[in-house]
């Protein structure tokens, strides 16, 4: 066996973690990286600007949750560490506040654990989000959140990695059962309303990559909201989720329909 594919990594296969690492500017990420991403530009030149936004859209996120007096956060598909990560945002919005990490990317793991050994308020778990019920069971995560009180579960660009056959709304139903009320889910996935061409192409790239993309439309997604009150202004693009005042619209997404659509419900 070629030694670079030992205990899972393989340098060769586009990895979905690191190729939102390109499409951010980051610095992570490998030549069968930048070539898939490179790939998947070429069908939706605007990614980066709506991965972007995404970021951003979740900096107001855990700043709304923080108002809202959640203390606990719940961060699965947590993606190498960029600029203002969660337990960032979180020490920031809510001091002390507690903040867990899963992904089930090695590289990922290996990331977020250098970066934050001294960390009392975050811990990072080997989790698949397809398995709901283990991440919630975990020693270590249960060790650090109390599922009798509030959790703010962030799932973010990583429910169009969740393929239909392993139900993702079922996944959103078994998270759900594990919280107590007051809890909230914060969702966001790429909507190809705007562009149902590109999306065989998009798909195309990421069957041979770590994670694969699955391309749906806004009413696919709107029901993983099933059983959450949503909060105002709903199910919406990134850029329209309580924006800041002074927060500039990229002149791209003035017009566009919805491209990236995300959302946060509560469980009353
Ligand atoms: C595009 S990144 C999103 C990072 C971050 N949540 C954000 O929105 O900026 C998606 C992340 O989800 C992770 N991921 C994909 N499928 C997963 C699964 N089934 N279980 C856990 N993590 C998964 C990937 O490893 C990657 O780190």
Known sequence: MNPAVLGGFDPAVPNAARMYDYFLGGKDNLPADRAAAEQVLRFVPEIPIGIRENRRFLARAVRHLAELGIRQFLDIGAGLPTQANVHQLV???????????????????????????????????DGDLRRPEEILADPAVRAHLDF??????L???????????????????????GLAPGSHIAISHV???????????????????????????????????????????????LHQWRPDEDEAVHPVLRTVGNYFICGIGRLD
């Open 155 to 177: 799932l973010l660009a990583i429910l169009h990695f969740i393929p239909d056959e392993d139900d993702p709304a079922g996944i959103l139903a078994r998270i759900r059962a």
């Open 191 to 237: 909507a190809v309303d705007q562009r149902p061409q590109a999306a065989p192409g998009v798909e195309g790239v990421y069957r041979d990559a770590s994670a694969r993309f699955v391309a749906r439309m806004s009413d696919e997604i709107a029901p993983y909201f099933a059983g959450l009150r949503l909060l105002d202004p709903g199910l919406v693009n």
């Open 91 to 125: 020490e920031r919005y809510a001091p002390g506040a507690r903040t867990v990490y899963v992904d089930n990317d090695p590289q990922v793991l290996a990331h977020a654990r250098a970066l934050l050994q001294d960390s009392p308020d975050v811990v990072v778990a």
């Open 148 to 153: 009798d009180r509030p959790v703010a579960v």
